[in-house]
């Protein structure tokens, strides 16, 4: 096992890593940019690089920077969590040319996989169904514009190097291709230097179920069942679970089967996760491949009782999968959230700042994974994604009441977040009934605003924060001429 590995990454994800580190006996080395240099990821790791300049490009984007802080600081592994650097495989391919293990799939996996088309190509010769579709992609309008016919409307343009619905048009009339095509087009260039688009025939209100893999150097892949995430906003999950309320023991043989194939057809190693899109009929189709550690993988480590980390340091150090399918269990029901310094009054504007008060819940079946504490700055730099509330219970119904209950048991203040809204969610009927679907979001919690009938939690919170920002200067000096727990409150550790 290795006895150094950097995390090149932030916030709640590097600190998970770090943890896991920690117990396997493994130095970690944090790399943290000017905003982050008190960062929760850099005071719990061992050693940390200074990566300079804040903007993504030049600090934890930046290749170079992050392979020199792993040479010089001798580490022997580099983990890129999610985000940033996790599925770009250039980076994959220099860490292995410089002699450092890459904790992900090797280089030429995650450039294939990242390959829209491609990615469809191999899971077709695998027998996996994809959605009907175009095999290769084309930055031709007229071509684009055949081929919709011959799919038959509403199609979905798609950028092949895309992802996470960046250069998508759902596309319903021959007459819209043109236009469609070109804005898409201009779009990926953009975001992904790359302007090739593909079709595929648009499904309506489908559900998203994804499949965590496992494969070792050896050729074993197991699958570590299914988490649904069909509630997300703008392509942005925000609650997911598992088991999905809509599997069956026989849908998920399928689904796995399908999953380990397509693992096994891609050469995969490492963790990953294939996602599907599932229809109403129950029929199942190859959406795509994420080749990293996904933000949601808690969830599977709680019904399954495994720590994913440890799985993935174990695999890149060349161990053999420790057991077969049919030794994997599921075990009871976990939710998680994604909590977001966003205000979901103001359409999710990024709400940055010093978190005045950061009070966690705990309880059975409860885990945080949080990148914030009381008195850090949270900057506007970076993805505003402050932490992760997971919980466990023994039905679905439990751990939707914990969730309720540990949302309403969070007080953060100083920044908003999206803890009101995702009480809302877990309260409505439809998410109870297990009504899931991904336009859930725009069908019940569109213009969605607080209701002051929240908790009493929520309440004092409202008033503490509203009390709390509005203390400024001499308006709070107290009568001995110190100053007052208001105004230090938070700045203990500045
Ligand atoms: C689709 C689809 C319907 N039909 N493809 C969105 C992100 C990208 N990874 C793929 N996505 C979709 N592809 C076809 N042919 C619907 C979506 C989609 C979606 C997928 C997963 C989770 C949430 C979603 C929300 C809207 C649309």
Redesign the pocket.
């Known amino acids: 096992m290795f006895s150094k590995v950097l995390i090149a990454n932030r916030g709640e994800i590097a600190v998970r890593i770090i943890r896991t580190c920690r117990e396997m006996g493994i130095r970690t080395v944090a790399v943290y940019s000017e905003v982050d240099t008190r960062a929760l990821h850099v005071l719990e790791a061992d050693e940390a690089v200074s990566l300079g300049e804040s903007e993504p490009s030049k600090s934890y984007l930046h290749i170079e920077k992050i392979m020199d802080a792993a040479k010089r600081s001798k580490a022997e592994a580099i983990h890129p969590g999610y985000g940033f650097l996790a599925e770009n495989p250039n980076f994959a391919e220099a860490c292995e040319h410089s002699g450092l293990t890459f904790v992900g799939p090797p280089g030429p996996v995650i450039r294939d996989l990242g390959n829209k088309t491609m990615a469809r190509r191999i899971m077709m010769s695998a027998g996996v169904r994809v959605?009907p579709?175009m095999m290769e992609a084309s930055r031709d309008p007229e071509r684009l514009l055949r081929e919709a016919g011959n799919i038959g409307y509403p199609v979905?343009v798609?950028a092949v190097a895309?992802?996470?619905?960046k250069g998508?048009r759902v596309v319903s009339e021959a007459e819209a291709m043109r236009e469609a095509c070109l804005s898409a087009m201009s779009e990926a260039e953009k975001a992904f230097g790359d302007g090739s688009l593909y079709l595929?025939?648009?499904?309506e209100t489908?559900r998203?179920v994804e499949f965590q893999i496992l494969a070792d150097r050896h050729g074993h892949v197991v699958h570590l069942f299914e988490r649904e995430?069909?509630i997300?906003r703008r392509?942005q999950?925000i609650i997911e679970e598992t088991p999905s309320p809509v599997m069956t023991p026989s849908l998920r043989e399928a689904m796995g089967r399908a999953a380990v194939s397509a693992a096994k057809a891609a050469g995969y190693v490492n963790a990953g996760t294939v996602?599907f899109?599932l229809d109403r009929s129950g029929k199942f189709y190859f959406?795509?491949v994420n080749t990293r550690l996904q933000v949601e993988h808690p969830i599977t480590e709680l019904t399954t009782g495994l720590d994913l980390v440890r799985e993935q340091l174990q695999i890149a150090a060349g161990d053999a999968l420790r057991f077969h399918q049919a030794d994997l269990l599921q075990r009871g029901h976990a939710i998680e959230c994604r909590l977001y310094a966003e205000d979901p009054e103001k359409s999710f504007f990024p709400s940055p700042g010093l978190v005045l008060l950061h009070r966690k819940p705990s309880g059975p079946g409860i885990r945080s994974d949080c990148g914030i504490y009381e008195g850090f700055k949270v900057p506007v730099e970076y993805d505003p994604i402050i932490g992760k509330l997971i919980a466990y219970g023994e039905t679905r119904e439990a751990s939707r009441r914990r969730m309720i209950r540990a949302l309403e048991n969070y007080a953060i203040l100083g920044i908003q977040t999206t803890i009101p809204y995702l009480i809302d969610i877990l309260k409505s009927p439809e998410f109870a009934a297990g009504d899931l679907s991904?336009?859930f979001i725009e069908r019940y919690f569109q213009g969605w605003r607080q209701s002051m009938e929240d908790s009493d939690m929520a309440k004092i919170a409202y008033i503490l924060h509203d009390l709390a920002s509005s203390v400024k200067g001499p308006t709070t000096q107290s009568a001995h001429g110190r100053p007052t727990p208001w105004e230090t409150l938070g700045d203990w550790r500045l």
């Open positions: 959605i579709g979905l798609k895309g992802g996470g619905g998508m595929e025939k648009h499904l489908p998203h995430c069909s997300q392509h999950k996602e899109l959406l795509e991904t336009d």
